[in-house]
Nanobody
Framework: QVQLEESGGGLVQAGGSLRLSCAAS????????VGWFRQAPGKEREFVGT????????YYADSVKGRFTISKDNAKNTVYLQMNSLKPEDTAVYYC?????????????????WGQGTQVTVSS
């Protein structure tokens, strides 16, 4: 069992940066892959990026590639989403999710555990 809690969301101007954290409890976190997803009002949940169990493999949605970076600290049971050059279209609730399989996936259905989400608002 893994419990996840996101933090670090807030209001930022376009072009600014935020770092989201996903803190996990549970002894299996170090062997879990983690994904970040987001959902804007009236839209479906959207894949943002993912990192494998070791932290050595990442991949991102085209919409955030080059601007967002995911890292994983197994010693701290935490995954980070560094978001730079933010745009108003990045406004959404951001969720982290963990899957028991250690490999990456861009499909929400492949994830077993979800956090409650944190709001990110980017003003123009």
């Amino acid at each position: 069992q893994v419990q996840l809690e996101e933090s670090g969301g807030g209001l930022v101007q376009a072009g600014g940066s935020l770092r989201l954290s996903c803190a996990a409890s549970g002894r299996t976190f170090s062997s879990s892959a983690v994904g970040w997803f987001r959902q804007a009002p009236g839209k479906e949940r959207e894949f943002v990026g993912t990192i494998n169990w070791s932290g050595r493999i990442t991949y991102y949605a085209d919409s955030v590639k080059g601007r967002f970076t995911i890292s994983k600290d197994n010693a701290k049971n935490t995954v980070y989403l560094q978001m730079n050059s933010l745009k108003p279209e990045d406004t959404a609730v951001y969720y982290c999710a963990a899957r028991s399989g250690g490999t990456t996936s861009n499909s929400p259905s492949q994830y077993d555990y979800w956090g409650q989400g944190t709001q990110v608002t980017v003003s123009s």
